[in-house]
């Protein structure tokens, strides 16, 4: 099944009117009234949108009231409250299983699918992160989701979209949970020195620049700790272990695009710094002893922060000071 909001349809209108009045009885003659149909659609509509989970009050004498958002996650969920300029407001697509959300926004992005389509699941049976490495995503508990970016920029300028989006998702997170959120390099999203999201950006280019690029994200929502595999306990964690509630899912991604436009923005219009500015203050490595593993050689130093254009600062005991653009990073036992 897959549930797509492009421009809001009439049970939408509905939603969003109990939405409104969720406090109060709405009759369906006021209903019928506002929207130019009948009150046996009005019904009909209704019950439509109980089958999709929504608690919805009925009286004969009184009307209807909203009771309870549904559980699952749905583009009209999604879109609802949504304030946004672009991200989510082209087009939605809400899917109940999916292999890769990249893909999927990939082949649309191919076709020509605007800037700011996103594509959602909260069932990715094949998702992956950096270096092909799989990523963990129950269904249920976790939310992955991609957005499809038409960024006016060099390809070699593309890589701080991704730690661009690395502190918007952890500003949103932070904002979700009220404690801090820490990033490793280059976009590993940590609460309490474990892994709560990801990030993985994959680009199309067009001579030197970007055509497209596809930005995901996989978060661990209401994942309880003895729902991950062995080779995770001690490395993964959830919002909703370290947030000691449960979160709805289709409020995750609003809070998640909402920030991810206002720092995707500030980038178009203000340049690098301030993100660099931010991601440093968030590292979770700075300060501390690694080893940054490439292609051709490991390195071994204590991590500087990040400069302005995205490369991981590494001093090594020698003291010369590396640039790394791309390198996997393992903390040294000990620390420092």
């Known amino acids: 099944m897959v549930s797509i909001v492009k421009t809001p349809s009439t049970r939408d209108h509905i939603l969003q009117h109990l939405w409104q009045h969720q406090d109060q009885w709405v009759s369906g003659e006021e209903l019928s009234g506002q929207l130019g149909i009948s009150r046996t659609a009005i019904n009909k509509h209704i019950g439509h949108l109980r089958s999709a989970g929504y608690t919805i009050e009925s009286s004969p004498k009184k009307g209807y009231q909203f009771r309870a958002a549904s559980p699952h996650l749905l583009a009209s969920e999604i879109h609802h409250n949504l304030h946004t300029r672009l991200l989510g407001q082209e087009e939605i697509y809400c899917l109940e299983s999916v292999e890769s959300t990249n893909e999927y926004a990939r082949k649309l992005a191919m076709d020509g699918a605007a800037e700011g389509t996103l594509v959602v699941t909260g069932n990715q049976v094949q998702g992956r992160g950096r270096r092909q490495r799989p990523w963990f995503s129950p269904s249920g508990s976790s939310v992955s989701f991609s957005l499809i970016l038409r960024p006016r920029m060099s390809a070699s300028d593309a890589p701080r979209i991704a730690q661009t989006a690395a502190v918007a ?55 309880d700790a003895n729902d991950f595999p062995p080779e995770l306990g001690e490395t993964a964690t959830s919002l ?73 600062l590494l001093k090594d005991d020698t003291g010369h000071l590396w640039h790394l653009l791309a390198a996997d990073v393992t903390l040294k036992p000990g620390g420092k």
């Open 169 to 223: 998702i952890a500003t949103a997170l932070e904002g979700l949970i009220g404690k801090s959120v820490h990033i490793k390099w280059p976009n590993d999203i940590l609460i309490d020195g474990r892994k709560v999201a990801g990030i993985l950006a994959e680009m199309s280019t067009e001579m030197d620049s970007v055509e497209f690029l596809i930005l995901g994200v996989g978060i661990n929502v209401n994942t």
């Open 240 to 312: 909703r272990i370290c947030g000691s509630q449960t979160f709805h899912l289709a409020s995750v991604v609003r809070a998640c695009l909402e920030s991810l436009e206002q720092c995707y923005s500030g980038l178009l219009s203000e340049g690098f710094a301030p993100i660099a500015a931010n991601w440093s203050r968030r590292c979770a490595i700075e300060g501390k002893r690694i080893q940054a593993h490439m292609v051709e050689r490991t390195i071994e130093g204590v991590v500087q922060g990040m400069d302005h254009d995205g490369a991981l």
